[in-house]
């Protein structure tokens, strides 16, 4: 397999934990002007980032009701991904399963050597073998290109900076600087600044590397009508699904091959490209491995 390096994630990558990085400085300087306990703050973020990084893996599996299986449970998905480790010179990521009707896969793990594939029962019933293939190596992909702990980082700050905005008024001990909840009110004001911009920057980072992990499981497979088949059917199959099992996954969009989404605001907001041009592009890639 000839894997080339795809300088424009990695350069997106480097550009928005950087834009990141001055972001928390900035969020962090709010808090710290407008509240008391500012070492207390100080631990806490160090303690929700040692727990992000290093906990975020199992968190994920968590949250999605999914559960590291072994090769006796499912030798065929465990042989599946282990041959499309080899073809992506990876080493075999542990495998999860999830117990739900949303056909979705993702990937978690801070590196390679720790990473995790995960598949939900939906997604096995809806595909066929070279399908569900192309949606493994489109995860493992994902893993080659280390993008996968870039956005469990990334999406921390935004996560942090949108608790503040639904929670921060049960904080109400802050300096009295101007009196009432001035304070408080200024400091819901910036986190919800601070979301809004992380959102922005993740949502970038976001469509741009699903269109690297599309391109990438292509060739891992050299099948790229496999992958672009598997996307149409996720997300044709989406309708189908109880809107109780929708919403209560939805947390994890960033991550899914497929995000959940409602409406016309759900598109607007995606952080995935629209599968349209996702197949688009595979077809373009077909033609071009195909030499036409």
């Given at each position: 397999?000839?894997?080339?390096?795809?300088?424009?994630?990695?350069?997106?990558?480097?550009?928005?934990?950087?834009?990141?990085?001055?972001l928390?400085?900035?969020?962090?300087?709010?808090?710290?002007?407008?509240?008391?306990?500012?070492?207390?703050?100080?631990?806490?973020?160090?303690?929700?980032?040692?727990?992000?990084?290093?906990?975020?893996?199992?968190?994920?599996?968590?949250?999605?009701?999914?559960?590291?299986?072994?090769?006796?449970?499912?030798?065929?998905?465990?042989?599946?991904?282990?041959?499309?480790?080899?073809?992506?010179?990876?080493?075999?990521p542990?495998?999860?399963?999830?117990?739900?009707?949303?056909?979705?896969?993702?990937?978690?793990?801070?590196?390679?050597?720790?990473?995790?594939?995960?598949?939900?029962?939906?997604?096995?019933?809806?595909?066929?073998?070279?399908?569900?293939?192309?949606?493994?190596?489109?995860?493992?992909?994902?893993?080659?290109?280390?993008?996968?702990m870039?956005?469990?980082?990334?999406?921390?700050?935004s996560?942090?900076?949108?608790?503040?905005?639904?929670?921060?008024?049960?904080?109400?001990?802050?300096?009295?600087?101007?009196?009432?909840?001035?304070?408080?009110?200024?400091?819901?004001?910036?986190?919800?600044?601070?979301?809004?911009?992380?959102?922005?920057?993740?949502?970038?980072?976001?469509?741009?590397?699903?269109?690297?992990?599309?391109?990438?499981?292509?060739?891992?497979?050299?099948?790229?009508?496999?992958?672009?088949?598997?996307?149409?059917?996720?997300?044709?199959?989406?309708?189908?699904?109880?809107?109780?099992?929708?919403?209560?996954?939805?947390?994890?969009?960033?991550?899914?091959?497929?995000?959940?989404?409602?409406?016309?605001?759900?598109?607007?907001?995606?952080?995935?490209?629209?599968?349209e041009?996702?197949?688009?592009?595979?077809?373009?890639?077909?033609?071009?491995l195909?030499?036409?």
């Amino acid at each position: 397999m000839q894997w080339k390096t795809d300088w424009g994630l990695r350069g997106r990558m480097a550009l928005t934990m950087f834009l990141l990085f001055a972001l928390y400085v900035v969020f962090l300087g709010f808090l710290t002007l407008y509240f008391e306990s500012i070492l207390m703050i100080v631990l806490v973020f160090g303690a929700f980032s040692f727990a992000q990084l290093f906990f975020s893996d199992k968190l994920a599996l968590y949250s999605m009701g999914a559960r590291k299986v072994d090769p006796d449970e499912y030798p065929e998905l465990h042989r599946k991904i282990e041959r499309l480790s080899q073809q992506a010179d990876l080493p075999k990521p542990d495998v999860a399963v999830a117990d739900s009707r949303v056909p979705n896969a993702f990937a978690t793990g801070r590196s390679q050597k720790s990473a995790t594939v995960a598949v939900t029962t939906g997604i096995m019933d809806t595909l066929d073998d070279e399908e569900l293939e192309g949606v493994l190596a489109h995860e493992l992909a994902h893993v080659k290109n280390r993008d996968v702990m870039v956005m469990t980082i990334a999406s921390f700050l935004s996560t942090i900076a949108f608790i503040v905005v639904r929670w921060g008024w049960l904080f109400g001990g802050g300096r009295e600087r101007g009196g009432g909840g001035a304070p408080v009110i200024v400091a819901i004001v910036a986190s919800l600044l601070v979301w809004i911009v992380s959102f922005l920057l993740i949502r970038a980072l976001s469509r741009y590397r699903e269109y690297a992990a599309d391109r990438g499981g292509a060739v891992i497979t050299g099948r790229p009508s496999a992958l672009a088949t598997a996307l149409m059917k996720i997300d044709g199959r989406m309708d189908k699904v109880p809107k109780e099992d929708l919403r209560s996954q939805s947390e994890m969009n960033a991550f899914f091959i497929i995000p959940i989404r409602s409406g016309f605001v759900g598109k607007l907001f995606s952080t995935h490209p629209p599968t349209e041009n996702r197949v688009e592009r595979l077809r373009d890639l077909e033609r071009e491995l195909e030499g036409f």
